[in-house]
């Protein structure tokens, strides 16, 4: 039996509610007055309890969708047989024909959005390889993830048909949660034309709150997202009643899921502000509108969107700027004994370890040994701690086609040798170009080196990459003429010289420790012993 779970009536005035969590997923079993989910009203945030034993079979309206009161929220079985975890979907008891009935649980695959390290939560579809019944093979790639870390590849697990994409592209998911099914018999099931119908009936009682001013009543609107962060219209009533305004929200911390500021966070905010604690309300100021051109797109303009890449970097190296207190020096480097080395050498390197040999594990070597000489370079900055580490965890910045840039880190590269740098270099370039990383690699590195070089420039001024307090470019190697002592005489040579360029954080880094540090690169990689390599 199909019993449907309505939006409840939360008072006489209360005409809609916003489901703010769900605390079961679809074929969950739910016990009767077990909640099940969370909704939020202009008066009262609310969990409601299933109405009876039984499996969740349909959700209508997902987080942060708004319906009417009375509206159908999501459907329950509550038929015994149906509600065991190996009952079927209702969609198979409805099917008349046999070869079109919906997939067993060993038939239809539920791929879950993966779990990308331990401090990745979620999970963004940034593109769709596969189509609603399209044919896969296992370990195909059928779509791709993108994370706060790394982006990535998923394949799939099995051969078959994709019969149902729940998230779809720019689409987020919490790790674990199914993205899509897979079945296995090479047919689409039944139910993918009975879903297509349920999707129809859920858009005609709810609607999706936009980031954007949405209507109260005719005569009154009232904004639910500010700056993408989400508020509760009993939050945005008190907050009005309160004098709080938007900017003031967005300061509060919130306790809630994802950091929802709940009733108690701003109780709490406007008792401090009264105690003297907490911000006053600023006057409303008129501010002169930014002068910036708007573009729109017709003859001779593209308007292309960002690809979640572009975006991250974009608000990383913002977020740099306004933490750091970025400062620049540069020093040039004598390159004579590695160059011949390589020279001498290059043919023999890859006969042995199978990779291209280059200045990047010397001049990683050099780093290091400075690094350990100068460890405040590689210390983070906490408020107002120095966080001392102990370890080299060194950054390589990866340039990704077609207009991409990661940064893996090295683990515990002061314990390599210089070959076994050059390996794991390689290695991490390789993976990041083929979207083989994993957050793992791209977190908790305390130092990076970022080689510009490869693309020909002399040097240049990098950006620290958060949480660290320095950031070492790398100059192309060119040969130039020089002035060098020769028994007592300046004469002029013909030098393969590079240029160095340290950006360091001022806060904690300052001129005399950021010249020191440079010099000792410097003077490692003059005078590097390539006897024991």
């Given at each position: 039996?199909?019993?449907e779970?309505?939006m ?8 809609e509610g ?11 079993t739910?016990?009767k ?6 909704i ?7 969990e ?23 509206s ?12 065991s ?21 060993e038939?239809l ?7 990308m ?5 979620e ?16 370990d ?7 994370t ?14 994709l ?8 689409e987020?998911a919490?790790v ?11 047919k689409?099931?039944?139910?993918v ?32 997202f500010?700056?993408n ?10 907050a ?7 900017d003031e ?5 919130g306790?809630g899921?994802?950091?929802?500021v ?5 109780l709490k ?16 100021v ?5 002068v ?29 700027r ?13 390159m ?10 290059r ?24 690094l350990?000489?100068?460890p405040?370079m590689?210390?983070?900055v ?5 966080v ?17 840039l ?15 740098l ?15 990383l ?9 130092f ?9 420039a002399l040097?240049?001024?990098p ?34 010289m ?14 005399l ?9 410097k003077e490692?990689?003059q ?7």
């Amino acid at each position: 039996m199909r019993e449907e779970i309505l939006m409840p009536k939360m008072g006489e005035s209360v005409m809609e509610g916003t489901l703010i969590k769900w605390y079961k997923k679809i074929g969950d079993t739910v016990k009767k007055d077990e909640i099940i989910f969370e909704i939020s009203t202009d008066k009262v945030d609310t969990e409601v309890p299933s109405p009876a034993d039984g499996k969740l079979v349909e959700i209508f309206l997902h987080e942060n969708e708004t319906a009417e009161i009375g509206s159908v929220i999501a459907v329950l079985e509550t038929d015994g047989e149906a509600a065991s975890e190996k009952a079927p979907e209702p969609e198979v008891e409805k099917a008349e024909d046999p070869e079109t009935q919906a997939q067993s649980g060993e038939e239809l695959v539920d791929i879950p959005m993966p779990k990308m390290g331990e401090s990745v939560m979620e999970g963004t579809i940034i593109k769709w390889y596969k189509q609603v019944g399209d044919k896969v093979k296992k370990d195909e790639i059928i779509f791709e993830i993108s994370t706060d870390k790394v982006d990535t590849e998923v394949p799939s697990p099995v051969d078959g048909v994709l019969a149902e994409i729940i998230f779809g592209e720019n689409e987020t998911a919490e790790v674990g949660k199914v993205v899509a099914k897979i079945s296995t018999t090479g047919k689409l099931p039944a139910s993918v034309e009975q879903k297509g119908e349920s999707e129809e009936y859920a858009k005609a009682f709810h609607k999706t709150v936009e980031p954007e001013l949405v209507e109260k009543d005719e005569s009154e609107k009232r904004e639910r997202f500010v700056s993408n962060r989400f508020y509760s219209p009993l939050v945005l009533n008190i907050a009005k009643k309160e004098n709080v305004s938007i900017d003031e929200l967005a300061r509060i911390k919130g306790t809630g899921v994802n950091d929802r500021v709940r009733k108690n966070d701003i109780l709490k905010y406007i008792e401090e502000r009264k105690a003297g604690k907490g911000a006053a309300p600023k006057p409303a100021v008129q501010k002169a509108a930014p002068v910036a051109p708007k573009y729109e797109k017709g003859e001779g303009v593209e308007i292309i969107p960002m690809d979640n890449i572009r975006k991250k970097i974009m608000h990383h190296m913002i977020a740099s700027r306004d933490t750091s207190v970025h400062v620049s020096e540069m020093m040039e480097v004598d390159m004579t004994v590695i160059h011949n080395y390589i020279e001498k050498n290059r043919d023999r390197f890859l006969r042995e370890e199978n990779i291209k040999l280059t200045y990047m594990p010397f001049i990683s070597m050099a780093v290091i040994k400075a690094l350990k000489d100068f460890p405040l370079m590689n210390a983070s900055v906490d408020g107002e701690n120095i966080v001392m580490k102990k370890y080299v965890n060194l950054g390589i910045a990866v340039a990704v086609e077609p207009n991409g840039l990661i940064v893996p880190n090295i683990k515990n590269a002061d314990d390599l040798s210089l070959r076994g740098l050059a390996r794991s270099i390689n290695e991490i370039a390789t993976k990041a170009r083929t979207k083989g990383l994993s957050p793992d690699d791209v977190v908790d590195g305390t130092f990076t080196l970022t080689n510009y070089g490869v693309f020909g420039a002399l040097f240049g001024n990098p950006i620290i990459n958060q949480p660290e307090v320095g950031i070492l470019g790398v100059g192309a190697v060119v040969k130039k003429p020089v002035v060098v002592e020769l028994d007592g005489t300046d004469v002029i040579a013909i030098k393969p010289m590079m240029f160095l360029s340290l950006s360091h954080d001022h806060r904690l880094v300052d001129g005399l420790l950021g010249g020191k540090f440079l010099k000792s690169v410097k003077e490692t990689l003059q005078n590097f012993d390539v006897s024991g390599i």
